[in-house]
């Protein structure tokens, strides 16, 4: 079964630290994409970054960046110079490219961010 | 340009109705997807519709069943409503099926069931 498992229900992080949230997912595929979702309290999720399993560079967008390690299947998400924005529940998932928009989803990591 | 809406928002209703959920993708979205969302089984997939046509499904029973018209707005109909099926109901839309598309989601619609 194709899967993604995040292991930190939950996590906190100082205002202006650095925190990193894991994944690591299950396919047997090797053409796919991997993204992280941020939803917060309004429930509107929204895409962070998205990683081509096909690129060795990882993928940065501003104070997100992910760690890529194909052979272990993972899929880090680093969230730098923290903000109280950036409190909310994210999302690790996957598409495979023979099964279009169809995401899996990992269960979730609860961030909280202190002041 | 606007994004995905869902209407309604919010929907209270008892064991045994069915009710009905829409979706509004982006202008120019072809591509409507939606998900449920739950507690205790996190946000599991339900369909994909493309062009009128469900593209996908996920592991749902048949009371779960949607459409999509021709202005590719769509709608999740589920009949003989459970109280496992109070949950959040997503839908994200994307311009076409391939995988790398980015996913638009609206901001759902909470299905209390009594």
């Known amino acids: 079964a194709q899967t993604v498992t995040q292991s930190q229900p939950e996590m906190s992080v100082q205002e202006a630290e650095t925190v990193t949230l894991s994944c690591t997912y299950d396919?047997?595929?090797?053409?796919?994409?991997l993204f992280w979702y941020k939803q917060p309290p309004s429930r509107q999720m929204i895409l962070v970054i998205r990683q081509e399993a096909y690129k060795q560079q990882n993928a940065t967008e501003n104070r997100f960046s992910v760690n890529f390690q194909k052979a272990a299947k993972s899929f880090s998400l680093k969230i730098s110079d923290s903000q109280l924005g950036d409190a909310a529940m994210y999302f690790c998932a996957y598409t495979l490219e023979t099964s279009g928009s169809r995401l899996t989803f990992g269960e979730g990591t609860q961030l909280t961010v202190n002041p | 340009k606007a994004g995905v809406t869902q209407t309604p928002r919010y929907l209270i209703k008892t064991r045994g109705q069915q009710v009905t959920l829409s979706c509004s993708p982006i202008?120019?979205?072809?591509?409507v997807s939606w998900y449920q969302q739950t507690p205790g089984q996190g946000l599991q997939f339900l369909f994909e519709y493309f062009s009128e046509t469900q593209r996908n499904k996920g592991n749902f029973p048949g009371r779960f069943s949607g459409r999509q018209f021709s202005n590719s707005r769509s709608e999740m109909n589920v009949s003989t409503l459970e109280l496992g099926d109070s949950a959040l109901y997503l839908c994200?839309?994307?311009?076409?099926?391939?995988?790398?598309?980015?996913?638009?989601f609206g901001p759902g619609t909470r299905l209390t069931v009594l």
């Open positions: 396919t047997s595929e090797s053409d796919y994409y």
């Open positions: 994200a839309s994307s311009w076409g099926l391939a995988a790398y598309n980015e996913q638009f």
């Open positions: 202008s120019g979205h072809r591509s």
